[in-house]
């Protein structure tokens, strides 16, 4: 039933999308409706490229449904900017020529040059901010932030290093996580953690897995390596974003697990580990709230999770989305690090995640507890970022 409604959800989107983009369309290379065929053909290719993430949602996994998703998830950056541009601009169009009429009581065509000038702008701006974008997301930074050691108990100082949202799948080219791994050395951390979202619902669609084993060996840090798994971190079929299927259906890909251990990580699924070479920090590793995966329909609670860990202690939070901030204090929780936002990752999503909240980005305090939200590595959906970084952060506690 939710298939279906995602469906017809998806098909309307792309009929309101087609019927903008035809009008201007015919005018523009049919001025005199002699030639129909010249605006039919490219709004059915146009069409056609539009249903590329639906077929990828529906075939099942191998090659041909990797490839629709693919080119599917390219193909949603630049619908996105182009149909968004331009239901903007038919929107102003339509009240202009309303307002037209009204003086003039005559309606008025839209002009040739208008239309085809019109159509030449919005894709040339779809394809700036789609090859922009691109460049961006593949351009690691380097984000700091500085606590006073006291917050995680320490008398010397310590660095750790924080990244989430990998999201190693159809899209993914190696030399960007090659380049996240050159980051991370580059700052010497004494601790890395990965805040969940290592591949976009597909084990399967990751190619040269050996590859990216090599990559994250690779990265070192003497007071241990963490990572805990995201809500994409489960087999999942995804239609425009969305899944159709309910947590209690999905799973996690049997070699997923012996994949991480390869690395030489320790993984975490509603765990703690102290860590006496550090004063006794508590790291806590939490499941997804949304997918815990495993078969397990609901994840620990803050309270659940820390049974045993005395609230002095210095305790610092991994936990994939930024939940129960307003619990942590309450629970002892000093640091509490994730990602999952992406921070929009695609303008304008930037802004309405800021909006939304509660806290999509960067460092903020809840009370005593520290929380630092991470914008990721990867992408989800088209490899692009407009108005967010790719990054790795350093937390330096002085």
């Known amino acids: 039933m939710k298939l279906a409604i995602l469906i017809l959800i998806y098909s309307a989107i792309e009929a ?10 015919r005018r523009a290379v049919d001025p005199v409706k002699k030639h129909a065929a010249r605006a039919v053909i490219p709004t059915v290719l146009v069409g056609i490229l539009y249903a590329f993430p ?63 000038s019109m159509l030449a702008v919005l894709a040339a701006g779809a394809i700036a ?34 990244i989430g949202d990998t999201h190693i799948g159809v899209n993914s080219t190696p030399k960007l996580y ?26 399967g669609a990751m190619r040269t897995p050996d590859l ?14 963490y990572v805990i798994y995201g809500n994409h971190d489960v087999e999942e079929p995804l239609l425009g974003g969305f899944t159709y299927v309910g947590a209690e259906n999905t799973y996690r890909h049997p070699e997923m697990e012996g994949f991480i251990e390869s690395w030489g990580w320790t993984l975490l699924k509603d765990e703690v580990v102290r860590l006496p070479g550090l004063n006794g920090l508590v790291i806590a590793g939490r499941r997804d709230e949304s997918r815990p995966g495993d078969g397990v329909l609901e994840r620990a609670s803050l309270a ?22 307003k619990a942590l204090s309450s629970h002892g929780i000093d640091l509490a690090v994730s990602g999952h936002t992406h921070d929009g990752q695609i303008f304008p999503g930037n802004v309405f995640c800021r909006i939304k909240g509660p806290q999509s ?24 970022r407009v108005g967010t970084i790719s990054e790795i952060v350093v937390i330096d506690l002085k």
């Open 129 to 162: 901010l789609n090859v922009g974008g691109f460049r961006v997301s593949h351009d690691v930074k380097t984000t700091f932030y500085e606590l006073p050691k006291e917050t995680l108990g320490q008398t010397e100082p310590l660095r750790i290093v924080l």
């Open 54 to 116: 639906m077929i990828g949602a529906l075939v099942p996994d191998g090659p041909v449904c990797w490839f629709f998703q693919k080119y599917g998830n390219i193909q949603v950056g630049y619908i996105l900017y182009f149909f968004g541009m331009l239901l903007l601009v038919r929107i102003v169009e339509g009240i202009a020529r309303t307002r037209r009429k009204r003086k003039t009581g005559e309606k008025q065509p839209l002009s040739v040059f208008y239309c085809r």
């Open 361 to 384: 980005y960067g460092l903020k305090y809840w009370k005593d507890a520290a929380v630092v939200v991470t914008s990721g590595v990867g992408t989800y959906g088209p490899p692009i």
């Open 304 to 325: 659940g999770l820390l049974q045993g860990v005395d609230p002095a202690e210095p305790i610092l939070l991994l936990q994939h989305e930024p939940s129960d901030l």
């Open 16 to 25: 309101l999308g087609l019927w903008l983009l035809y009008g201007p369309l």
């Open 212 to 225: 990216y084993v090599e990559i994250f060996r690779s990265i070192e840090a003497p007071k241990g390596r």
């Open 178 to 203: 090659e380049d996240m791994a050159a980051r991370i050395n580059e700052q010497h951390p004494d601790l890395v953690l990965l805040a969940g979202d290592i591949v976009t619902s597909s084990y």
